[in-house]
């Protein structure tokens, strides 16, 4: 099982020094078959990989440029990504899409430049409110995965990680029903294999969308479902363990 903590754009460099003595201090709570990542701002991750190598979390990036260096102002290359000791990267997620205007192309490319630096892409896909009331989810979760998946070969896929984020339920305090999570997650694996790029049946997909300790045992419990990315509920260290418990806990019974 996946849990992965976004912080989006939360943490100066001290603060997450913080939270990460106070999560060492309780990871022994943490069983080592949950596999935890956490992805801070860029400029904490330098500082998180120099005092916490090798602890009980792998570190992640939020976003990452397809290019390995040039002149693109405020971007961070792969290279310097590698450079910082990361293994996971996001890439799709709906802030970057619909406020940031990443399309699907934009995301491919970015995709397959995570793959080609070894790096394990968690790929966010996910419906607005209004495509949902249109009855459009799962169309949409097929155009996302396959344009996003466009030219990739399945050898390179070994490991994807897919997060169903449902754009109306981010930040908003209203988690999917179960059974959307359910039949989102198929819809996944199903595109995936129509891609060309196979290996849907090994893709694990995260469950994202306010996410808490007390609706994670929901998602978990579902076969098709193998973790969670985390936004708010990951920013206090006792809040994000809290919820790796209960996860673990709904997967060892």
Known sequence: ???????????????????????????????????????PPFTSLYAAREKYAGEDFALGAQNVHWEKEGA?????????????????VIVGHSERRH????????????LKTILDHGFIPIFCVGETEEE???????????????????????????GLVVAYEPVWAIGTGRAAYPEDARQAAQTIRRAVNESGAGQGDSVEVLYGGSVKSNN??????????????????????????????AAQEQEAG
Do not use: Y
């Not at 406020?99 to 970015?110: A, L, P, Q, T």
């Open 1 to 39: 099982m996946i849990i992965a903590a976004n912080w989006k754009m939360h943490k100066t460099v001290p603060e997450t020094l913080e939270f990460l003595e106070e999560f060492k201090s309780r990871s022994k709570e943490i069983s080592r078959e949950v596999r935890v990542v956490i992805c």
């Open 72 to 88: 693109f102002t405020g971007e961070v290359s792969p290279l310097m990504l590698k450079d910082a000791g990361i293994s996971h």
């Open 99 to 110: 406020i940031m205007g990443e399309s699907d192309e934009v995301i491919n490319k970015k």
């Open 132 to 158: 949902r009331e249109k009855g459009l989810t799962e169309e949409v979760l097929q155009k996302q995965v396959k344009q996003g998946l466009q030219d990739i070969n399945k050898e390179s896929l070994e």
């Open 216 to 245: 994670i045992a929901q998602f978990v419990s579902l076969k098709e479902i193998q973790g969670a990315l985390v936004g708010g509920a990951s920013l206090q260290a006792g809040s994000f363990v809290e919820l790796i418990k």
